[in-house]
């Protein structure tokens, strides 16, 4: 079937040791997503790629990067990991449909720093 | 894109009908609704979304109100599985990537 795939599934990160979260797709969907979740939060978009054009939301710190090798692939990166950085991460895909963008998730990384 | 309000949290029986409502009283013409819903500890599902005519699929309805500022998703028979946070979220078309998520309204499915 296809889907959104992220590796690995739960995280530990010392703080302050850079850490690469994965994301996979075999959807083709053109637009990638990452979304920070905190417990008991709603979901918080980061970034998203569509294609190879990077989009950085406003108020995502640069303690975050992201790379897209190519359709399939994309990659969070968390250069300098503090304890607030101690959340869920969420991978997104999306394609338009008849009116609109639906975003498939994959099941999320999560992220616990020491 | 227009804001959303949910209630924080319904009961609902097992096999019973379970009707969310939303309110959305700024959206604008070129804004859709969707509905996304996330069980424990897992990603958000994509589950409906409509413009103006009331939707249909295999896990939902969407019935949204002939001046749009309101809608409800409704779950034709509820099973324990559907037990999760449910986000109601208003979203204008093409172009606009960012899903703002809300609070949600936690729904309970009771044997």
């Known amino acids: 079937d296809a889907m959104v795939i992220q590796n690995p599934r739960y995280q530990v990160t010392q703080f302050g040791k850079p850490v690469t979260l994965s994301c996979s797709q075999t959807?083709?969907?053109?637009?990638m997503y990452w979304y920070q979740q905190k417990s008991s939060q709603a979901p918080k978009l980061l970034f998203h790629?569509?294609?190879?054009?990077?989009?950085n939301e406003a108020d995502t710190p640069d303690n975050f990067q992201s790379r897209r090798p190519n359709t399939s692939f994309c990659f969070l990166d968390i250069r300098s990991p503090g304890l607030g950085d101690a959340a869920m991460y969420l991978c997104?895909?999306?394609?338009?449909?008849?009116?609109?963008?639906?975003?498939?998730f994959g099941p999320g990384t999560r992220l616990l720093v020491l | 894109d227009a804001k959303t309000t949910q209630p924080p949290s319904m009961d609902c029986a097992e096999g019973r009908a379970a009707n969310l409502p939303c309110n959305h009283s700024?959206?604008?013409?070129?804004?859709?609704v969707y509905w996304y819903r996330q069980i424990h500890s897992q990603g958000p599902q994509y589950i409906i979304h409509?413009?103006?005519n009331n939707e249909t699929n295999e896990m939902a309805s969407l019935i949204i109100t002939e001046d749009r500022k309101s809608s409800t998703l409704i779950l034709p028979h509820a099973t324990l599985r559907d037990t999760a946070v449910y986000y109601c979220?208003?979203?204008?078309?093409?172009?606009?990537?960012?899903?703002?998520f809300g609070k949600g309204t936690k729904l309970s499915v009771i044997p």
């Open positions: 700024t959206i604008s013409g070129n804004e859709y």
């Open positions: 409509g413009l103006k």
């Open positions: 979220i208003v979203k204008s078309g093409a172009g606009s990537y960012q899903l703002t």
């Open positions: 790629y569509y294609d190879k054009d990077f989009n």
């Open positions: 959807l083709n969907h053109n637009v």
């Open positions: 997104a895909t999306s394609v338009r449909t008849s009116g609109g963008e639906t975003q498939y």
